[in-house]
Every structure is written in C-alpha cells, then in structure tokens.
C-alpha cells in the first residue's frame, strides 16, 4: 500500500478519549482549503469507527485509515465544503 496523500494539517489526539478527537477534527477542518486532507493521529479505539462515521454524517469523505508504528491510526478526511 502506497503512503497517502501528504495531509494539509495533523491533529494529534493520541491519548484523548473520544469524543475529543472529533471535536478538534470539527474545530479546525474550516482552516484548511476545500479538498484538503486533515489527518487526525489518535489511538482510543473508539476514535477508529467515530471518525469515519462523523466524516459520513457530516459529508466529509473518509479518505483511509493507516496504522501509526508507535500504535493509534493515522485517521484522513477530505474537507469537502
């Protein structure tokens, strides 16, 4: 599998619980331009399935998940409006 897209802002969440990865996901996606990525570092297991369901509820593409070698994931979102 190839790297992803190289992400226009990173958000480390490592170590918060949800839901506080998806609050500073919404917080600061509107400071990227559209079409960007935001890539949300986080390792609370919740993190891997809320993420990409906050990304469909709010019509965000999900663009993948790639794991972190120190544990967590490496969660992508495509800012769309």
Known sequence: MTAAV??????DALGKKC??????????INFVP??????VL??????????PAW???KSHPH???YELPQGG???????NY
């Open 6 to 11: 190289q992400p226009a802002l990173t958000i």
């Open 19 to 28: 839901p506080i990865p998806i609050i500073m996901l919404a917080e600061q």
């Open 34 to 39: 559209l079409n960007a990525i935001v890539a």
């Open 42 to 51: 986080a390792d609370d297991p919740a993190a891997f399935t809320d993420v």
């Open 55 to 57: 990304c469909r509820l």
């Open 63 to 65: 663009v993948g998940t």
């Open 73 to 79: 994931w490496s969660i992508h979102v495509r800012r």
